[in-house]
């Protein structure tokens, strides 16, 4: 391993120092506000991709992922060379993510929802049908790394939500198809997938063209282009959600063992200079160890530069008075990933109210959640942990409301709406009402 050994520099904070409160969100503020050239350059795509179609798809796809097609349904992989790449990987590749994707549906299962109705006396009948989306576009990320995950953890919700039609975008740079991510997509049984990549290939699963059908909604990470891309079609088509730089968070106390700690810390911060890796502790002797434990561990990081930028940029050991405000604190960050290194995990459960998925106990670690524990892991980021949640099967679901009003119920709810009606001055709405007070 030919890997450049440098030192960490790890930011140490102490929640009871007076600056605290002003370095912990100097810590976490983070600029999402989009480059004002890269959504000029992904408007212009979209433009383009709308007036042009598979024309453009094809000059983009030459120019971005340096595969030159004649014909855009040359951009398809069929479901003999999915089949084909499941069959050709390693069998513990193979056995890996097959275990994955039985966990992961399992889980998924569990989270399906039926409707509801409900007769009141005068028969009139109110309920809810849940409904799946017609057609899903899900992207998968193919530039500096492949995602197999990426494709179980969007595909199969979506497929146990009862999605009539899932279609995978993977660009595929240098005309290079990842064997595991076909595999993951004959796993998950999705219905096409085309190598295209982009800005242009959110377009292209918006609005359509003659080979790529357009969608309901669009799922899956990506760089800025891409999430620059999601932004403009929203209301044209769903969003899951703009994601952000991966983060962690963990609680840990005496009983943790801080090399794990440290390599829980690395494993979200190899992923982007900018991603977000923070110990809370009362404990200043592990804060200790864990130092020691990270910069020996470094050393045998192949992403290390990655990891130590990271760190050196939105990373930090804080020391907190207790456990207890070592959670009002993580209240206040609501990460993507939170670690409960603790020996009494539960305890903590009622005091965190904002976090994508938390884990509980030392032998949780975020890595398993990513790939193969079950749950989601494509989770909100950036804070809003707050306000949602995990992708889930009810993301590819829709909720209709459907009333059944009899005469006896008309009679009395035609006159209570008329009177809210004319209350706002709508009018028509209120004679609406009324009329069905007439014989």
């Not at 889980?107 to 009139?124: I, P």
């Not at 932004?231 to 801080?258: H, Y």
């Not at 494993?267 to 592990?286: F, G, M, N, V, Y």
């Not at 028509?428 to 009329?435: L, M, Q, T, V």
Request: proline share 5%.
């Amino acid at each position: 391993m030919n890997v450049m050994v440098r030192k960490l520099s790890l930011r140490v904070l102490d929640a009871a120092a007076a600056s605290f409160d002003a370095e912990l969100q100097q810590l976490i503020a983070f600029e999402v506000a989009q480059d004002g050239d890269v959504d000029s350059t992904v408007a212009s795509i979209i433009a383009d991709v709308r007036a042009r179609g598979n024309a453009a798809l094809i000059d983009y796809t030459r120019r971005f992922d340096r595969l030159d097609v004649a014909r855009a349904d040359a951009l398809e992989i069929s479901h003999a060379e999915l089949l084909a790449a499941f069959d050709r990987i390693a069998p513990a590749d193979r056995d890996a993510l097959t275990a994955a994707a039985t966990r992961i549906r399992a889980f998924h299962e569990r989270q399906r929802t039926e409707g509801f109705s409900f007769r009141e006396s005068n028969g009139t009948e109110l309920g809810q049908r849940v409904t799946p989306l017609d057609r899903v576009g899900l992207y998968v990320p193919g530039g500096k790394a492949a995602y197999p995950s990426s494709v179980l953890m969007n595909a199969i919700p979506a497929q146990v939500a009862g999605v009539r039609e899932i279609v995978v975008a993977v660009p595929t740079p240098g005309g290079v198809r990842n064997p595991l991510v076909l595999a993951a997509a004959h796993l998950a049984q999705v219905a096409r997938v085309f190598t295209i990549g982009g800005a242009q290939a959110i377009a292209a699963l918006a609005y359509g063209t003659a080979t790529i059908p357009a969608v309901d909604k669009i799922c899956g990470p990506g760089n800025a282009y891409v999430a620059a891309a999601k932004r403009r079609v929203f209301g044209t088509v769903g969003i899951d959600m703009i994601a952000g730089v991966s983060e962690i968070l963990v609680i840990a106390d005496a009983t943790a063992n801080p090399n794990w700690v440290a390599l829980d810390l690395f494993s979200q911060a190899e992923h982007d200079e900018l991603a977000q890796a923070i110990l809370l502790t009362p404990d200043q002797r592990l804060i200790e160890r864990v130092q020691v434990s990270a910069q020996r561990l470094i050393a045998e990081m192949p992403r290390a530069d990655i990891i130590a930028a990271s760190f050196a940029k939105r990373g930090a050991l804080i020391r907190t008075r207790d456990l207890a405000e070592a959670c009002a604190i993580a209240n206040r960050i609501a990460p993507e990933h939170l670690e409960l290194a603790v020996a009494d995990p539960d305890a903590l459960l009622p005091e965190l109210r904002h976090a994508g998925a938390i884990f509980c106990g030392h032998y949780a670690c975020e890595a398993i959640g990513d790939y193969c524990a079950g749950p989601n892991h494509v989770l909100p980021t950036g804070r809003t942990a707050r306000f949602s949640s995990a992708l889930g099967v009810y993301d590819f679901q829709k909720r209709t409301s459907v009333l059944h009003v009899t005469a006896d119920g008309a009679r009395t709810l035609a006159p209570l709406a008329s009177v809210l009606a004319r209350g706002e001055g709508l009018i028509a709405h209120a004679r609406s009402a009324e009329a069905r007070l007439k014989p």
